[in-house]
């Protein structure tokens, strides 16, 4: 395995918590891997994870614990520079967690030594409404040494840029086990029904919304909570208020981990009505738990969800359909408990195990 320094632009950001959990585990194996941080989160210190980070052993720890000092050299301009940090590190080639760090580096970092992460919207959107983006993006995966994605969605999506095949690793996120119910599901009246993501457009919970207030014609048996922040949360608001259900909805902060396992364990169904999204996390941490799914089949969705077996699949923004789906599952308990059982069985089998760092090992080789 080549020494790897690991670039990305915010230590123990927490809207994206599973990488915490993943620079852990990489610490674990003692690989020749630094991580180096374009800034510290303000929230890191406050989270267990990171307590836990402090105590990793090794090179990989001993940057960690750098890290969270804040003991890097800190830029008086925009941003962090560690460029002499990562020159004294030794490495032999680059990973960037996230694309849109490279130009800071570019001076002094060849493409052809370079890695990189895609996750999204970084190639699903933005290449769409960005032209210097796009035009940047091309040439990475014209000349990049190799690249990471979350889904074979986003795989594709790629190679439509040019992207050598050769040069592609997908890798799914193995699912967190804390999320894992081990006894039977236990129904509630009224069902409860749960979103978990950044509140954007993307993830199209406006459309749950309307569905929910044509169903909710036919019953009120239902309790739906929203779980995120972001952009839209105040049309999310204002739609509950103005289609009539806000007794029945909730919107509320992100959470915990170990919180947010517990609410989905005693939650039935999880709505996630996407227009666009990779390999939402969410999907593995509701199937750990037994839910039932009603989701769009926009992009890496299908890679999770198996139509009509371990959840159901609508056509992206198609409210009809939606809501017909919704109907059937809120009134049929047997089938969410299927669906539940099967989406289990299939997120421990598929996306369990050590498949992720196997798959890791290959990519920093």
């Known amino acids: 395995m080549k020494p790897t320094a690991i670039i990305f632009d915010r230590f123990g950001n927490p809207s994206q918590p599973f990488w915490l959990a993943w620079q852990k585990k990489l610490a674990e194996q003692n690989w020749p891997v630094s991580f180096f941080a374009d800034s510290i989160s303000n929230s890191t210190t406050d989270t267990q994870e990171v307590r836990v980070l402090k105590k990793a052993e090794g090179a990989v720890g001993r940057m960690q614990r750098k890290l969270m000092n804040k003991t890097l050299p800190v830029d008086e301009r925009k941003g962090f520079s560690i460029d002499q940090e990562i020159l004294k590190n030794g490495s032999q080639q680059f990973h960037f967690l996230n694309a849109q760090n490279f130009p800071k580096y570019r001076s002094w970092i060849p493409l052809e030594k370079s890695l990189f992460s895609f996750r999204g919207f970084d190639l699903l959107v933005r290449p769409e409404i960005d032209q210097k983006w796009n035009e940047l993006v091309r040439s990475v995966l014209d000349k990049g040494r190799r690249f990471h994605f979350v889904s074979e969605a986003i795989k594709s999506k790629a190679l439509e840029y040019g992207a ?202």
């Open 164 to 365: 050598d095949q050769k040069k592609c690793f997908t890798i799914y996120r193995r699912v967190d086990p804390n999320f894992i119910l081990k006894e039977e599901k236990v129904e509630n009246r009224p069902v409860q029904l749960l979103s978990v993501g950044r509140l954007t457009w993307q993830k199209g919970f406006d459309l749950a919304l309307l569905a929910l207030s044509r169903v909710s014609k036919e019953t009120m048996l239902w309790n739906y909570r929203i779980i995120g922040d972001g952009p839209e949360y105040a049309k999310l608001r204002i739609l509950t208020r103005k289609l009539g259900i806000e007794e029945r909805v909730s919107i509320s902060k992100p959470l915990s981990a170990t919180r947010l396992s517990e609410v989905m364990k005693n939650s039935d169904v999880l709505l996630h009505p996407a227009i666009t999204d990779a390999l939402p996390n969410v999907l593995l941490e509701a199937g750990a738990a037994k839910m039932a799914v009603l989701a769009s089949n926009s992009d890496g969705i299908p890679e999770i969800i198996q139509n009509n077996v371990s959840g159901r699949l609508v056509t992206f923004f198609d409210l009809e359909e939606l809501t017909s789906n919704l109907r059937e599952i809120l009134f049929d308990r047997e089938l969410r408990i299927k669906m539940g059982q099967n989406l289990q069985n299939h997120v421990l089998e598929r996306f369990g195990g050590n498949n992720e760092l196997l798959k890791w090992k290959e990519f920093y080789s």
